[in-house]
């Protein structure tokens, strides 16, 4: 079977094209070379003056595991305002609730229809794994994967505190991707969900976790070293210390320097971005990090952009979200100690443009988007739900291409907090080319898909078309199709296939003694045997619809 | 697959899921009891010995003619409740657990103010006072003190220096808080009934309020108030509780006065709120409903019917339901048909006669059953695919 799509406008920047008019060939859900005559072409579409990219990934998005469910548990209201009987219920605004929560049979519609084909947890515990991958395979449509957490594990700390050589970090490391089947690691406020465990409300990147006298910069400085020796794709994922505090930027800007040179990925980016100039001692530290981004060539982002409305936070890290609790909105919120390997904290939010402070995070993520000089190096993401919820994507897009529409949504905001922020000096126009690099092709290669977020041939056939127009938000809310390994899945906006995606992960070789320490810790200070940590491709690929897919080096 | 070469298996009979366990050595007597269950059963058509294909049509037949059918009991795992959730969808069948009213006493403190908790291995590893309130927790989880309290070995605290506490509640088997060496716990008891007061006197201690009263449902206030002393002075202290201990009304306030004291007691020093207890599978059920549906599990254990499917693996004992309307029971070959029911289906046991999956009762852990013996049952999935593809 061979599916031509004709005339289409492509936009691949993986291969360097910029709305160039092209034909693309599928086979067996892969893009081929143009077919011999003598091959019959079962389908052509037609897709002249179509907007042609590569479907796309969200590379953090808290699709799945314990913190989201426990969310989807504690605010049954935000599904009440889920309107089934109206047909156009599923295309959200950015003031939607119920997609804060959604099901994990919404998520995987609500991606695919907006021309998602994959998303990535980014923060699944590991020794919740288990939860996280049956919800992303209750999760259909699109690809799934994850980063597993490090960092606040007492066994990781213990290493390092006993001074554990590099080797058997690493080790680790491997073990942990292997055994919880993610594809990177993350490590989330560096040793504070731990420090807060012994009572310490807060950690700087060189204030030492009292009970290990082992700092942030340490633990940071021997993760990124192990995914980078284990030859692991996606740089170490990091959610920094000082997560929405005042004056949290400094701390950002060090962090950048943590890892002497060895890629990080710094995530949500825009909570980790504010000064304490003004009178309200908060303010804008999107130029600094914008500019340390622009020079430190190993780092990359996502910025994790708040939009205005009700959502919920939900986090690994307790330390800051105990604290954020004095702010949950409705005023309810779960704290939670896990394991001896890390916490979460799921706290209620609403975004408001009347508020200085909300107002003025809308507008540094802004900032920090149009003054990141390398689409290749920063992600769009909204850290669904903690931001807002990812169906408010195509909202985020018009903001970034259209800066009137941009300018008139910032008069709407706060005056104290505009006059706060320099946005509208700002004159860049996101274009189509560097949102498909953002969403697709930076993405893909952050991660290390590389048969995903292309159209090149031998590339996995998720494709997603457009019709150009000027309201980007329009056109980013309802492709006209969607394929997906190959399949017709979204025509026009509705799901016509539903089909499960993959599992993708990353499986670095490791030395088998590593389960000796292991074991012992486990027997001895575990309430499960180390057997039923791991997780087995069986698991997940076992009712026949998920399938695992190894992208080790 | 012998019994008897199994030595690490997953026990489901509670909802702390030990995955220790050695079918035919175990000391605990719920897990003794769950290894040695027999699997022979035959389906049953209105108490009449039918084969698995009759009673599947039958099935099938009375779901057909349902308009307001519902999914009951639902003592299963995570693969039973997928199945389960399924057929609903293509039934328009309501789904409901038979823990309901024990899992929304603490479902409604989520809802209403959230909470601040903990799970096993921080309370085995941190936890240097542990109190627990209404419950000696050993009726529900057997091994809780063994595996927990009182391990060979934990990271930060010894198990002489651990402080036991158990707060009301009466008849309660206060003989496990005795620590290794013979620490004796401390045990002010009162009648179940009047947990709410002294939880909230509790909670006002803690915040640092004054009583002024010398005792509350016969406990000295000077004695609460020492408990008080101690979580404050604790640098980790663990508040539990079991939902099914809390049997009177509005329980969830009294879990409530619980988890706001933990919260309180987290302004200047570490605790986590635990609630224990669990059985057949009602946190799996719950959990998988809402990340399925979005939703939390159906508030009633028997929602309006005009037909019921009754799903029962793990506890046979268990009376079945009082209902006028149809019904159909799928599950353990041991049930007591004591009266008739129009259609009985016995199938393969989770963890027993087939693998499976469970979430533990303090959440976030998720454990792997395995089939540790042969059985010609099929297993609550495959029973579901065959009703669904006859309907």
Redesign the interface.
């Given at each position: 079977m061979i599916i031509l799509l004709k005339n289409g406008k492509v936009y691949d920047p993986a291969h360097g094209k910029d709305g160039v008019k092209q034909d693309i060939y599928i086979r067996d859900g892969r893009i081929i070379d143009k077919p011999a005559q003598t091959d019959h072409i079962d389908e052509t579409i037609d897709l002249n003056g179509k907007v042609v990219m590569a479907g796309a990934i969200d590379m953090h998005s808290h699709i799945?595991g314990?913190k989201?469910?426990?969310a989807?548990?504690?605010?049954?209201e935000y599904?009440e305002t889920l309107q089934y009987h109206e047909p156009e219920a599923h295309i959200c605004g950015p003031h939607c609730t119920?997609d804060a929560?959604?099901?994990?049979?919404?998520t995987g519609m609500r991606y695919i229809e907006m021309g998602y084909t994959a998303a990535f947890e980014p923060a699944i515990?590991a020794?919740?794994a288990?939860?996280a991958h049956?919800?992303m395979g209750?999760t259909p449509m699109i690809d799934k994967g994850g980063y597993a957490m490090l960092g606040n594990d007492?066994y990781f700390l213990r290493l390092l505190a006993n001074k554990a050589d590099q080797k058997t970090i690493n080790d680790y490391v491997a073990w942990t991707l292997n055994a919880t089947q993610t594809i990177g690691i993350k490590v989330v406020n560096p040793g504070g969900i731990n420090a807060?465990?012994?009572?310490q409300r807060r950690l700087d990147l060189d204030e030492n976790n009292t009970?290990y006298a082992v700092s942030p910069r340490q633990i940071l400085q021997s993760l990124s070293r192990a995914v980078h020796d284990l030859g692991v794709t996606k740089p170490l994922h990091v959610h920094c210390n000082n997560l929405g505090a005042a004056g949290n930027f400094q701390t950002t800007l060090d962090t950048m320097g943590a890892s002497d040179g060895v890629p990080m990925h710094l995530t949500h980016i825009q909570f980790h971005s504010y000064d304490t100039e003004g009178d309200k001692k908060f303010s804008s530290a999107a130029a600094k990090i914008a500019e340390g981004i622009n020079n430190n060539k190993h780092i990359t982002v996502d910025v994790g952009q708040i939009l205005f409305g009700q959502t919920v936070t939900a986090s690994g890290d307790t330390m800051m979200q105990?604290l954020n609790?004095n702010h949950?909105n409705p005023?309810?919120?779960?704290?939670?100690?896990?394991?001896?390997?890390g916490g979460c904290g799921?706290v209620p939010f609403k975004y408001r443009d009347e508020n200085y402070v909300n107002a003025l995070q809308w507008a540094i993520g802004l900032e920090i988007f149009l003054s990141v000089e390398d689409p290749w190096r920063i992600f769009l993401t909204t850290d669904h739900p903690n931001g807002a919820p990812f169906t408010s994507y195509p909202h985020l897009i018009r903001l970034l291409m259209d800066k009137s529409f941009r300018d008139d949504a910032f008069g709407q905001l706060n005056l104290d907090a505009q006059a706060m922020s320099n946005l509208t000096a700002i004159d860049r126009e996101y274009s189509l080319y560097e949102i498909a690099t953002m969403t697709r092709a930076g993405a893909a290669k952050l991660i290390g898909l590389r048969d995903r977020g292309h159209l090149g041939v031998g590339a996995a056939a998720d494709i997603t078309v457009y019709t150009e127009q000027a309201d980007k938000e329009a056109m980013f809310a309802k492709p006209n199709y969607v394929f997906k390994d190959g399949q017709l899945v979204v025509k026009d906006g509705d799901i016509v296939k539903v089909v499960w995606g993959k599992t993708h992960t990353a499986k670095p070789d490791y030395d088998q003694n590593v389960e000796k320490g292991l074991n012992e810790y486990f027997d001895?200070?575990?309430?499960?045997?180390l057997?039923?940590f791991k997780i087995s491709d069986d698991?997940i690929a076992a009712d026949g619809r998920n399938q695992v897919v190894s992208h080790t080096k | 697959m012998q019994t008897e070469s199994i030595t690490?298996t997953?026990c489901p009979a509670c909802g702390m899921l030990c995955?220790?366990v050695n079918p035919t050595k175990t000391t605990c007597a719920k897990s003794a009891a769950f290894f040695a269950q027999a699997n022979v059963a035959k389906p049953s058509i209105a108490g009449q010995t039918a084969t698995l294909e009759q009673a599947v049509k039958k099935a099938a037949e009375l779901l057909k003619q349902s308009t307001q059918p519902v999914i009951g009991g639902l003592s299963t795992d995570?693969t039973g409740f997928?199945a389960a959730y399924q057929l609903a969808g293509k039934t328009k069948a309501t789904l409901a657990h038979m823990n309901a009213v024990t899992t929304w006493r603490n479902?409604k403190v989520?809802?209403?103010?959230?909470?601040?908790?903990?799970?096993?291995?921080?309370v085995?590893?941190?936890a240097d006072v542990i109190v627990c309130i209404g419950t000696d927790i050993v009726k529900h989880n057997t091994r809780f003190f063994e595996?927990?309290v009182w391990?060979?070995?934990?990271?930060?605290v010894d198990n002489e220096d651990r402080d036991i506490v158990y707060l009301g509640g009466e008849g309660l088997d206060t003989s496990h808080g005795t620590s290794p060496k013979g620490k004796p716990a401390t045990v002010l008891p009162c009648d179940p009934a009047l947990l709410p007061e002294v939880t909230a006197a509790l909670h006002a201690l803690v915040a640092g309020k004054q009583l002024t009263v010398d005792s509350i449902a016969g406990i000295a206030v000077k004695d609460l108030a020492d408990v008080a002393e101690r979580l404050l002075a604790a640098?980790?202290a663990t508040l539990i509780w079991v939902a099914k201990d809390c049997d009177f009304p509005h329980a969830e306030l009294t879990i409530q006065q619980i988890t706001q004291t933990v919260v309180e007691l987290?302004k200047t020093?570490?605790a986590?709120a635990l609630a224990m207890g669990g059985s057949d599978g009602d946190t799996t059920v719950?959990?998988?409903h809402?990340?399925?549906?979005?939703?939390?599990i159906h508030e009633e254990v028997l929602p309006d019917h005009d037909a019921l499917l009754w799903v029962n693996s793990f506890s046979p004992d268990k009376a079945l339901p009082t209902t006028d309307a149809p019904l159909i029971v799928i599950g353990n070959p041991n049930i007591a048909l004591e009266k008739e029911v129009d259609v009985f289906i016995p199938i393969a046991t989770p963890g027993l006669d087939a693998p499976g999956?469970m979430?533990r009762v303090d959440?976030?852990?998720?454990?792997?059953l395995k089939q540790i013996r042969e059985t010609d049952l099929p297993t609550l999935g495959e029973v579901l695919a065959q009703v669904e593809a006859a309907l």
């Open positions: 799945g314990g989201v469910n426990i989807r548990m504690m605010l049954p599904q119920h929560t959604p099901s994990t049979i919404n515990l020794i919740n288990r939860q049956l919800e209750d007492d807060f465990k012994f009572n009970h105990h609790a949950a005023k309810k919120s779960v704290i939670m100690d896990i394991e001896c390997d799921v001895q200070y575990h309430t499960i045997q057997d039923n698991e | 690490n997953t995955d220790d995570l997928r479902t989520l809802q209403a103010t959230g909470w601040q908790t903990t799970t096993m291995t921080e085995k590893n941190r595996r927990i391990p060979k070995k934990a990271l930060f640098k980790y987290n020093t570490r986590g719950n959990y998988a809402t990340w399925l549906s979005g939703l939390a999956t979430i959440s976030n852990v998720i454990l792997p």
